[in-house]
């Protein structure tokens, strides 16, 4: 996943792959506009759903830990300050003011359509992460969004939340601690309160994966991260974030995302991926 920043509020990314998690930062909000039909869910809050290219999945900041998508996938991806939603809902007459307190899927509006139409022709012609006026079709969106949620019955608005966002906290640290070495599925039991059984099945049915997928996708977003800043060797980069080979990262990292560890860093590092390729070669050729 590349990101770029639009401006101070919204930052835009574009992702796509065969199935995997999408971690989102829980101090934004965040708009995923879908490419093409795919299925999600959100982490804790929205369990499996079917979404289109005419649908936009809405998650406030600090209510979701992941997206996880169930099939193949491509999707723009904002990551909005709250303040900016904050303003748009002071803005907006009343009763349409009430902000969103979980995240929601809204189906074929048609001012979502019509925006969603040109993200897509911005995808198309490659100028998906350079184009300002994403910023103000970002603002029109979340208005979009406040207008759906007060149309929207108290009743529906919440959906499955099979696990309590603390627990959900808590397990995330864990990983996050313990990524390098082994991470054990009964520690994680215990920290949500569950027997092994019945935390599988119930980790299951909140995310569509299971915890050890859950566990590969957040080694595979850190492994970006070292990827995009460090010129570690990638093997190295394995090691760091609990892989047991590189052979084993590429092949999550292309699962995941859809390309290798080598063809990503090359976006970010031309020069120093290609030091590392000859070197690979050398020791190859020695």
Request: net charge positive.
């Amino acid at each position: 996943m590349s990101m770029n920043k639009i401006n101070d509020q919204v930052t835009c990314s574009f992702v796509q792959g065969r199935r995997g998690i999408l971690p989102l930062l829980s101090e934004l909000d965040a708009l995923i506009l879908p490419q093409s039909p795919t299925s999600v869910s959100a982490f804790p809050g929205i369990g499996i759903s079917q979404i289109g290219s005419g649908s936009l999945l809405f998650i406030p900041a600090a209510t979701c830990n992941a997206v996880s998508f169930h099939e193949s996938y491509s999707a723009v991806v904002l990551s909005i300050d709250p303040g900016l939603r904050r303003r748009i809902a002071l803005a907006t007459p009343s009763p349409a003011r009430n902000l969103p307190a979980s995240a929601q899927i809204l189906n074929r509006r048609s001012a979502v359509v019509a925006m969603l139409q040109v993200v897509r022709h911005l995808a198309a012609i490659g100028e998906i992460e350079n184009s300002a006026c994403l910023a103000s079709i970002a603002q029109l969106l979340l208005h979009e969004t406040l207008i759906a949620w007060e149309e929207t019955p108290p009743g529906d608005r919440t959906r499955v939340k099979a696990l309590d966002p603390q627990i959900v906290a808590r397990i995330d640290r864990y990983i996050e601690q313990n990524m390098e070495e082994h991470v054990d599925l009964g520690f994680m039991a215990r920290l949500a309160g569950m027997s092994r059984y019945h935390f599988l099945r119930t980790f299951k049915e909140a995310t569509g994966f299971s915890p050890l997928q859950y566990v590969i996708a957040k080694r595979v977003d850190r492994a970006q991260q070292l990827l995009s800043k460090s010129s570690e060797p990638i093997a190295e980069v394995a090691y760091a974030v609990g892989f047991s080979s590189q052979s084993h990262l590429t092949s999550a990292f292309k699962r995941q995302l859809g390309t290798t560890p080598g063809a990503f860093r090359r976006r970010w590092h031309p020069r120093s991926s290609a030091q590392e390729m000859n070197s690979a070669d050398l020791a190859q050729r020695a």
